[in-house]
């Protein structure tokens, strides 16, 4: 039994996503679209883009496209935290990790240095606070976060390093399991489905002339409201990943 930054043991996470299928109707819509929009990430970064270059004859001759996979650290704020009418005490929105992958084309037409890019990446986290109805108790509950983003990237066409910045926008899905919340009748999990809008910048190392190391800095907004909470969650990101061109 292992305790990490998600703050839930190992065994509860598993079980949750055990879960996940099976939850109850009113919150089907959301987890039953998360996958779906994994499904058509994936599909389109590993299928659709090799065969795009592979159309035009050659990554050299036409386009670069890339395909990247990458572990997170994620550093939220501790403001915005809204719970059972008022503004709590004591908030805290804690640290996490996660991972990602991310898929991209960056045209010759356009010198190689606009791209456009799909992402989807995950982190855990936990929520604590004081709540107003009662100062002296504690409420807590684990909070996932997945993101898929669209990416306008604008990169500098090095020879060995290659620094970008980008902005990015998508669906953030903020899902909350085992709340411990005084007044919350329930104990299981909620998700809820908004708008989220991310700033990047980061730069990319060549190993080879196909192979490439990448670091990047990241700040991501997007705004939940659940039952009886609300949080408008900010939080910067440091990432680091391995990534392929074709």
Known sequence: MIEGAFGAKVPEALLFLVALPTTVVQFR??????????RVLVGLTVF???LVVAH???????????????????????????AQGGTPLNSKVANGAGAGIKGGVFLKPLGNIVGLQLE???NGSAITFSPGTNPGSSARTNLWVFNSMFNLIFRYPGDDFLPYIGVGGGLSNGMLTNPNIPGRTDTDFEGCWTFGYQFLGGVEANLTTR????????????????????????SQYVLFGIGLRF
């Open 48 to 50: 659709a883009v090799p």
């Open 56 to 82: 035009t004859g050659s990554a050299a001759e036409y386009s670069r496209a890339e395909l990247g996979l990458y572990a997170l650290g994620a550093f939220p704020s501790d403001g915005g935290l809204f």
């Open 211 to 234: 192979l490439y190391l990448f670091s990047e800095y990241k700040y991501l907004a997007a705004n939940f409201h659940w039952t009886q909470l609300a949080l408008d969650y900010r």
């Open 120 to 122: 989807s990446f995950a």
């Open 29 to 38: 819509f959301e987890i039953q679209s998360f996958p779906a929009v994994l």
